[in-house]
């Protein structure tokens, strides 16, 4: 992809950006540099390569799901200023 001083001014428009003539030509060039990086890694050949969710091959590091008693509802509620359908009744904050 070749960056332009039209794809820099659009890409300032969008970001709600002023963009000087100065600061255009600086960032065409910074910009192009950036693209021409990202384009060496679509060279690389990963067919080789199996594809990986995460970095290391851990596969399950979290606990197992335990079924447990909880607490009691009534027993919880039981200080609650006010109480609607056996929930804490909460003031109304966002109109």
């Known amino acids: ?11 300032a428009e969008l970001a709600k950006l002023e963009v000087t003539d100065e600061e ?3 960032l065409t060039g910074e910009m192009q540099s950036i693209v021409d990086f990202a384009d060496q890694l679509n060279k690389i050949d ?8 995460h970095i290391t091959r851990n596969v399950n590091v979290l606990r197992d799901d335990v079924i447990k008693p909880s607490f009691d509802r009534d027993e919880m509620l039981k ?3 006010q109480k ?5 009744k909460v003031p109304k904050i966002v109109e």
Not at 46 to 53: V, Y
């Open 46 to 53: 990963t067919d080789q390569i199996d594809s990986m969710e």
């Open 1 to 11: 992809m070749k960056v332009t001083k039209e794809v820099i001014l659009h890409i």
């Open 24 to 26: 255009c030509g600086k």
């Open 79 to 81: 200080n609650a200023p």
């Open 84 to 88: 609607y359908a056996g929930c804490y």
